[in-house]
């Protein structure tokens, strides 16, 4: 089969919205036909987008996850999707809403609810990336063989993504979103506790109860895109800065400012359009003020703009079109272990894959650090693999990694590797031989992954030549 | 993959140095076409030029004040085309030139010299020739090149196994330099067969082969597949690049058509070990479906 089609499910739920799309994503064999098969991911189409609904809360720190589900439900019915044709796909919690106290029990429950295999994920530098690439910014650095930040601008966080030329080079998040102070009958109904710092750092007088006055509130909006500018390397960043960072510990430097901007979420709407700006508090927050402050940046506005294919739907649309992945094209694996899920990374340095013996030793070793009482548990054994390995080099390795999975073999545990590297072919071969009895394994290249991650490998896809991998992080912080 | 580039920004400076260090200027990657030892013609200088293939063409560049040299840098190492190679006037300059020569030579040479007997003995194949009987004539007449010569059909009658599942064979074809594939891809062809139960008896060799030797070796044996591994004329990439043709029952008068093929097989391009264990399963579909070439959906 030279083709293939799979349906994709991409789920938000964020800080202000919840939304569900899906996607048809086209598989092809991109190689000339005399020569071994690439497939690729040619094609993706939203075949439906589901409204923008307001997320459910039950208080202001639990998800009402009930309503969740019948969100979510309906939606499907609607778009007449049966889950069970779902073939791959993410549900993201993303900004305020991951650190509700149930966000974790939310994000798990539904994505069993949504499909067969779709994965949870979560953690403030995959929005980062998913809402970059729903938003273009990834395809339009590659096509025009440039820098492009993509900043998400939503209702609790803000998230940058940096690409170059199509890669991804870095990610950030702060806590500034449109609505993290809100308004309602003319009167400061919240104010986020970092907002309410930031205010007092700036000599600026809010709190709950007040009346709502635009010219405060737009004082406190340019305090939160000056932030923004500091995160772009546009301004220098100030001692409150580290403050709004999500990951206070994590300080992200782009190495250049980027040589275009876009931007995405729900806020975006009201940088690229004044058409709100007569109404401030139509969705009783800040939103609004925040794109017009956004808008009014002299220093962003001397970034070269880049309109993004997606704004409030980038996030979703990221999730549902650009979270899978699929196998290189010469893998080898047994059909009746998959799909497989929540497989946790097992991941070998380089040193570790500096000869067979070491690689024995630390797989061995790694293997313990995810024991449960004792007892071993699923994982994928990842490493970088040779480049254009002799036979002989294949046969070590093959047997390093079975010597060093002994105790995940001989708990009849799936032996799954991912390697970077084109060698799944003949290492899977190769470990057919190696191993005892007829043990199932599962080996694919072309995936890169990093400790810490987890990875979903779903059931076969393009005549079985290909098989759509997932890889995320289940770090709620 | 930043930390790539700069490794190969470092190899790229290191190795400019280590031109330059050699007297080199005159032909170093930045600064090539400047004539050097003009009017000294019997002036004969001790040491040597500079190895102008030690530079791989995929990270050569030479385009004066590029607008954007990281994007056509990364443009070029997504292809061996000749691409960011600069002129002098209408020309190529000298640089460019040499590199050009010297890859041409590298095809030649595979081309144009013999597979060592002592290789086909060390692989314990079963050697036999087609009707050639000089690379000459191997060249010319690629009509006889399909064909054994009467020796070789009695040999391989003899001591090839009748009505095998799989043969694999191995000819020289037009690139001695693609052996060098042999002892990786061969084991690991063997290997994957073996995980569907199919053994590999002898392997039958064929020098001065054509692709159309397969079909003899088919019609002699009458083997079920015959994968013939064969070195590809070599281009200006590579000249080391092997193809692995596949068929159900070869014999004379099958079409072309009726091959697979697998091409492109060398350490640039597919991995030996990881072409042979992908070779492995389409014999095991051709077996499975008894059709190969254009009937086979892969």
């Not at chain 1, 105790?407 to 031989?433: C, F, H, M, W, Y």
């Not at chain 2, 010299?113 to 000089?134: H, I, M, N, R, Y």
Request: net charge negative; aromatic share 6%; hydrophobic share 40%.
């Amino acid at each position: 089969m030279k083709q293939d089609v799979i349906l994709s499910v991409g789920i938000d739920i964020g800080t202000s919205t919840t939304q569900v799309v899906f996607s048809q994503l086209t598989i092809q064999d991109m190689s000339s036909g005399f020569s071994v098969p690439r497939f690729e991911i040619v094609d993706k189409q939203i075949v439906y987008r589901s409204g923008i609904h307001t997320t459910p809360l039950l208080s202001p720190t639990r998800i009402d996850m009930d309503a969740v589900r019948r969100l979510v439900d309906g939606e499907y019915a609607s778009a007449g999707v049966d889950k069970h044709s779902i073939h791959t796909g993410a549900v993201v919690i993303t900004g305020e809403t991951a650190r509700k106290e149930n966000a974790n029990e939310v994000v798990h429950r539904l994505s069993d609810l949504a499909g067969d295999f779709v994965v949870a994920a979560a953690g403030p530098e995959l929005e980062a990336v998913i809402a970059g690439r729903g938003a273009g910014a990834d395809k339009f650095s590659k096509e025009h063989s440039t820098t492009v930040a993509n900043y998400d601008v939503g209702g609790g966080t803000s998230n940058l993504a940096l690409f170059d030329r199509g890669r991804l080079v870095t990610a950030t998040c702060l806590d500034i979103g449109g609505r993290l102070v809100r308004v309602e009958a003319g009167r400061v109904a919240y104010v986020a506790p970092k907002i309410a710092e930031l205010c007092q750092s700036e000599g600026i007088a809010l709190k709950v109860g007040d009346r709502a006055d635009v010219a405060v509130l737009k004082r406190v909006c340019q305090a939160m895109t000056r932030l923004l500018e500091m995160s772009l390397g546009l301004a220098p960043k100030s001692a409150f800065y580290p403050r709004i960072r999500t990951e206070q510990d994590k300080d992200v430097v782009l190495p250049a400012i980027p040589a275009r901007i876009s931007f995405s979420g729900g806020v975006a709407d009201h940088i690229y359009s004044d058409a709100c700006d007569s109404d401030p508090f139509r969705w009783g927050d800040i939103g609004v003020l925040l794109g017009q402050a956004i808008r009014e940046s002299a220093a962003i506005n001397a970034i070269a703009k880049f309109a993004p294919v997606e704004t409030i739907r980038a996030t979703v649309v990221g999730a549902g079109t650009h979270i899978a992945e699929i196998s290189g094209s010469t893998i080898e694996y047994d059909a009746a272990l998959l799909p497989l899920k929540n497989l946790p990374i097992l991941k070998l340095n380089p040193a570790d894959e500096a000869s067979p013996t070491a690689m024995r030793r630390a797989i061995g070793e790694k293997l313990e650090w995810y024991a449960l009482d004792g007892e071993v548990q699923p994982v994928a054994i990842a490493f970088r693999g040779p480049r254009s390995p002799s036979f002989k080099q294949v046969q070590e390795l093959a047997s390093a990694i079975v010597g060093g999975a002994a105790s995940l073999v001989g708990r009849g545990l799936p032996l799954v590797t991912v390697s970077e590297n084109d060698i799944a072919k003949v290492l899977g071969q190769a470990i057919r031989g190696a191993m005892p009895g007829q043990r199932g394994f599962v080996c694919i290249d072309a995936v890169g992954v990093e400790a810490g991650d987890y990875v979903d490998i779903g059931e076969p896809a393009a005549g079985g030549r290909v098989l759509p991998v997932v890889v995320k992080t289940l770090l709620f912080r | 993959m930043y930390q790539e580039n700069e490794v190969k920004d470092m190899v790229r400076a290191a190795l400019s140095e280590l031109l330059a260090a050699q007297g080199a200027a005159a032909v170093s990657p930045s600064r090539p076409g400047q004539a050097a030892g003009r009017g000294s013609a019997t002036a004969v200088e001790e040491g040597f030029v500079p190895d102008v293939t030690a530079v791989s063409t995929k990270d050569e560049f030479h385009v004066p004040d590029p607008a954007n040299r990281e994007g056509y840098l990364a443009m070029k190492r997504s292809t061996v085309g000749r691409i960011g190679v600069w002129r002098a006037g209408p020309r190529y300059n000298t640089w460019s030139m040499l590199h050009f020569r010297a890859d041409h030579a590298t095809a030649q040479d595979a081309v144009f010299t013999d597979v060592p007997d002592e290789f086909v003995a060390s692989q314990g194949f079963v050697a036999g020739q087609s009707l050639c009987t000089s690379k000459d004539e191997f060249l010319t007449r690629p009509d006889l090149g399909r064909q054994l010569d009467e020796e070789t059909k009695a040999k391989f009658a003899r001591e090839l196994p009748k009505g095998a599942k799989v043969t694999i064979m191995v000819a020289d074809g037009l690139s001695s330099a693609a052996m060098v594939n042999i002892p990786d891809i061969v084991p690991a062809i063997k290997q994957g067969l073996k995980g569907y139960g199919i053994d590999v008896g002898p392997i039958p060799y064929v020098k001065y082969g054509r692709v159309g030797s397969m079909d003899e070796v088919g019609q002699i044996t009458g083997s079920d597949v015959v994968c013939l591994l064969i070195g590809e004329r070599p281009g200006l990439a590579t000249g080391e690049s092997m193809s692995a043709y596949l068929a159900y029952q070869p014999n004379p008068d099958r079409p072309e058509s009726w091959r697979t093929v697998v091409s492109n097989i060398y350490a640039g391009g597919t991995a030996p070990a990881e072409a042979g264990a992908h070779v492995a399963t389409i014999i095991k579909k051709i077996l499975d479906e008894r059709v190969s070439g254009v009937d086979l959906s892969l």
